[in-house]
C-alpha cells in the first residue's frame, strides 16, 4: 500500500472566503432547519395556522454564523503561528548546517587527520536537527487529529 502524500501546510490553510461560505452555510442550515420545524410542529402537529416566528429563527442563524466564523478564524490564528514556527525552525536549520559545512571543510583543509571527530560531530547535531523537526511536525499532527488544531500556516492576513 502506498503512503498517502502530504499536503504541505500552507495550502491546509483555509481562506477568509472559505471561512466567510461555510459560516453563511452554517447560518442558512439553522435558520432553515428552525423554519422547518416550526412549519411541522405548528402547522401539522398543533394544527395551529399562523405566521412563522422569524425573530427566533433568524437569531440563531446569526449566532450560529458568528460562532462558526470565529472558530474558523481561530483554527486558521493556529495554523499561521505554526507555519511561521515551522518556517524559522526549518530556517535555522539550514543556517546551523551550513555552519556545520564550513567547519568541516575548515578543519579538513588543515589537518585532514581530525576530520572524523569533526565529522561525527556535525553527523550528530544534523541527527538532533533533524528529529526535533520530525517530532515538532508529528506533534501538529497529533493535535489536528484528536481536535485540537495546533497546525499553521505562513500566509499573510
Not at 498517502?4 to 453563511?24: D, G, H, V, W
Not at 533533524?130 to 500556516?153: F, I, K, N, P, W
Amino acid at each position: 500500500m502506498k503512503p498517502k502524500a502530504e499536503l504541505p501546510l500552507s495550502s491546509q490553510i483555509p481562506s477568509i472566503a472559505s471561512i466567510c461560505f461555510s459560516s453563511i452555510v452554517s447560518g442558512l442550515f439553522v435558520l432553515s432547519v428552525t423554519i422547518v420545524l416550526q412549519w411541522f410542529i405548528y402547522d401539522d402537529w398543533m394544527h395551529k395556522n399562523g405566521p412563522l416566528r422569524l425573530v427566533g429563527s433568524a437569531l440563531s442563524a446569526a449566532l450560529t454564523f458568528g460562532f462558526v466564523y470565529q472558530w474558523r478564524l481561530g483554527q486558521r490564528k493556529k495554523r499561521v503561528e505554526n507555519l511561521r514556527r515551522f518556517e524559522r525552525i526549518k530556517w535555522m536549520n539550514d543556517r546551523i548546517r551550513n555552519s556545520l559545512q564550513a567547519i568541516e571543510f575548515i578543519v579538513y583543509a588543515k589537518n585532514p587527520h581530525v576530520t572524523d571527530p569533526v565529522k561525527d560531530a556535525v553527523d550528530e547535531i544534523e541527527t538532533v536537527l533533524q528529529e526535533v523537526l520530525v517530532e515538532d511536525h508529528a506533534q501538529v499532527r497529533t493535535h489536528e487529529s484528536s481536535g485540537r488544531s495546533a497546525s499553521g500556516e505562513f500566509l499573510s492576513e
